[in-house]
């Protein structure tokens, strides 16, 4: 990918320099040092620069490696709330055992390094991982013009990660642009497994033959209408209809279904794709899709995305005719979606490798207990810096 787009002009995420850090005397730990104004309890390697983001789930800041050549830049995401809520608790060790598992692919968020703190107010989980500044939401809605090149090589780097989330039977559940770093180089990172799933059936639990996952997932305007009306089974398609909503968000540079609520969604959808057929409805083995569309509403007739996109490549709108579907068994797999030829200029094999094995999602069962997942977690963070501390001393 030699192309790379200039992305100065694209803000920075949330961006909040702290320009008097004060390291607090509370720290006993000599190894150890605390940034108040962000209740970050890190190594004292870790100089804090920005806060990039905060929410409920947790806090990310940028921060520099003042112990290692170079200085290098890292983000440090603590994961907040997570010993007493066994919701978050589970995520936490989901999102942990993914972001390791994944480790190394280059359109994956690379996890640097973990730690677990137990101290309140600094409690939570540290996970280190490398520093992309920008998400491609930030990138699409900036001043930054793209070439037609650069939006296939966009999809082609999600398209190379999610191949490699894919081919180890897991979901990610809520791809969106928001989840989507982007390097100033234009190398693209899919990040927050926060809600991914595994789909492996071999690692079910035996008197569960299929995975205990809510549909209420995924950011709305790019949720797949089989996750909003609850059919029956679903699976990897919910990936692709959000790679389809992102395809076409980098050509309107605006999402392409924007509803304010679930129903609202789902009519949005219907206004581009048109009514689905009741051959359509009742394959979603749903009440919730029976309800919505037995009731007397418009009837609305299929658009052709030239009427959106009059300027697009016409193997970008077959893509997103077979992305952006109705059934769910008609829409393109990864595999399928690579082979378009809307992405020729920018494929390289070399940059689609697979996983070796399937993902083990068997710790969902096998941990039960608020205090047997708290053990997991200690240990999964354990074993990760023991084989970092291996790497390093082979290196």
């Given at each position: 990918?030699?192309?790379?787009?200039?992305?100065?002009?694209?803000?920075?995420?949330?961006?909040?320099?702290?320009?008097?850090?004060?390291?607090?005397?509370?720290?006993?730990?000599?190894?150890?040092?605390?940034?108040?104004?962000?209740?970050?309890?890190?190594?004292?390697?870790?100089?804090?620069?920005?806060?990039?983001?905060?929410?409920?789930?947790?806090?990310?800041?940028?921060?520099?490696?003042?112990?290692?050549?170079?200085?290098?830049?890292?983000?440090?995401?603590?994961?907040?709330?997570?010993?007493?809520?066994?919701?978050?608790?589970?995520?936490?060790?989901?999102?942990?055992?993914?972001?390791?598992?994944?480790?190394?692919?280059?359109?994956?968020?690379?996890?640097?390094?973990?730690?677990?703190?137990?101290?309140?107010?600094?409690?939570?989980?540290?996970?280190?991982?490398?520093?992309?500044?920008?998400?491609?939401?930030?990138?699409?809605?900036?001043?930054?013009?793209?070439?037609?090149?650069?939006?296939?090589?966009?999809?082609?780097?999600?398209?190379?990660?999610?191949?490699?989330?894919?081919?180890?039977?897991?979901?990610?559940?809520?791809?969106?642009?928001?989840?989507?770093?982007?390097?100033?180089?234009?190398?693209?990172?899919?990040?927050?497994?926060?809600?991914?799933?595994?789909?492996?059936?071999?690692?079910?639990?035996?008197?569960?033959?299929?995975?205990?996952?809510?549909?209420?997932?995924?950011?709305?305007?790019?949720?797949?209408?089989?996750?909003?009306?609850?059919?029956?089974?679903?699976?990897?398609?919910?990936?692709m209809w959000a790679v389809g909503c992102i395809l076409g968000e980098l050509y309107g540079r605006r999402p392409i279904f924007i509803g304010d609520?679930?129903?609202?969604?789902?009519?949005?959808?219907?206004?581009?794709?048109?009514?689905?057929?009741?051959?359509?409805?009742?394959?979603?083995?749903?009440?919730?899709?029976?309800?919505?569309?037995?009731?007397?509403?418009?009837?609305?007739?299929?658009?052709?995305?030239?009427?959106?996109?009059?300027?697009?490549?016409?193997?970008?709108?077959?893509?997103?005719?077979?992305?952006?579907?109705?059934?769910?068994?008609?829409?393109?797999?990864?595999?399928?979606?690579?082979?378009?030829?809307?992405?020729?200029?920018?494929?390289?094999?070399?940059?689609?490798?697979?996983?070796?094995?399937?993902?083990?999602?068997?710790?969902?069962?096998?941990?039960?207990?608020?205090?047997?997942?708290?053990?997991?977690?200690?240990?999964?963070?354990?074993?990760?810096?023991?084989?970092?501390?291996?790497?390093?001393?082979?290196?």
């Open positions: 990918m030699n192309d790379a787009i200039p992305l100065t002009e694209a803000p920075l995420r949330h961006s909040l320099h702290f320009q008097s850090q004060r390291k607090s005397s509370f720290a006993k730990d000599p190894n150890k040092t605390v940034y108040e104004k962000v209740n970050f309890y890190v190594d004292s390697k870790y100089e804090i620069i920005n806060m990039l983001g905060k929410g409920s789930y947790g806090t990310v800041c940028s921060a520099i490696n003042s112990k290692a050549n170079g200085k290098p830049s890292l983000a440090i995401k603590k994961v907040c709330n997570i010993f007493n809520k066994e919701v978050l608790l589970k995520r936490a060790i989901r999102e942990l055992k993914l972001m390791a598992f994944f480790k190394g692919h280059r359109n994956i968020i690379n996890l640097i390094d973990l730690d677990i703190v137990y101290i309140k107010p600094y409690d939570g989980l540290y996970c280190f991982q490398e520093l992309v500044e920008y998400d491609l939401a930030k990138v699409i809605h900036s001043s930054v013009q793209f070439s037609e090149y650069h939006i296939q090589s966009f999809i082609y780097q999600i398209l190379c990660g999610l191949k490699y989330i894919h081919s180890a039977d897991v979901i990610h559940r809520d791809l969106k642009p928001g989840n989507i770093l982007v390097t100033s180089q234009g190398v693209l990172k899919i990040c927050d497994f926060g809600l991914a799933r595994g789909i492996n059936e071999n690692f079910l639990r035996f008197s569960h033959r299929s995975p205990a996952i809510t549909h209420y997932v995924a950011t709305r305007w790019y949720r797949a209408p089989e996750l909003i009306l609850s059919r029956k089974g679903y699976g990897k398609p919910v990936d609520n679930q129903m609202h969604q789902i009519n949005e959808i219907c206004k581009i794709i048109g009514t689905p057929s009741r051959k359509v409805v009742l394959s979603y083995e749903s009440g919730a899709a029976w309800d919505f569309f037995c009731n007397s509403r418009p009837n609305y007739e299929k658009k052709d995305w030239v009427e959106l996109f009059p300027h697009t490549n016409p193997y970008a709108r077959d893509m997103l005719s077979k992305l952006i579907c109705w059934e769910v068994n008609n829409r393109l797999t990864v595999g399928q979606a690579l082979e378009s030829p809307f992405l020729i200029k920018v494929r390289n094999y070399d940059e689609e490798p697979v996983a070796k094995e399937p993902f083990d999602f068997s710790f969902e069962w096998n941990s039960t207990s608020i205090e047997e997942m708290k053990l997991l977690l200690h240990n999964e963070v354990e074993n990760f810096k023991s084989r970092l501390h291996t790497q390093f001393n082979k290196e």
